[in-house]
């Protein structure tokens, strides 16, 4: 492997820019608190682990050469991103002032759930699987084995994304006084629905060969 810190500087640049997954991490640590962050961002991670399989044994190549599957992949991945921010804009309807009721009365499921959206989220963007196939191999010497030099970049990446999600759950929560505020509740899911919309119409009108 070539140039690992430059690799870990690109890598950290390119986590703190926000995509569907902070916004989906965003949402789940203002509605459901620090655990359930907790529980999205560790989705994330898993999805991240399995994209990495996927770029070592190839399947992801697959699925990026194959138009048919990648479109599966893209429209599926769009769907499911403008469904959270039409739940997120529903749910706000529904929402008075009592907040931190929620955060007692939903427990184990919200959370679960918060797993799953960060899981799905994250594995069924087919962006994330270019990303791997493009990226990485800009750090390795493509002639000899990448098996090693692919994986340890998949799990850098992978903790590098978890301490970013991790620091910033946590300064969400430092400011929890000011974060579960009702209105500023509303706001801050009314911005996150439009951006997860947002970023499902822009996945859907992604094309298979960027």
Known sequence: MENFFLFVLMCVLLILLPGPDFAIVTKNTVTRGKFGGMKTALGTCCALLIHTTAAILGLSALIVKSAF???????VGAIYLIYLGIKTFW???KKKDEVEVEFVQEGTLSNTSCFKQGFLTNILNPKVALFFLTFFPQFVNTSSDTFMPFLIMGITYTILTALWFIFYIYLIDHISAFI???RTQKVIEGITGAI????GLRLALEKANP
């Open 69 to 75: 599957l990648f479109s599966i992949f893209k429209y």
């Open 91 to 93: 749910s706000l309807r």
């Open 180 to 182: 579960k505020n009702a």
């Open 196 to 199: 997860l919309i947002g970023f």
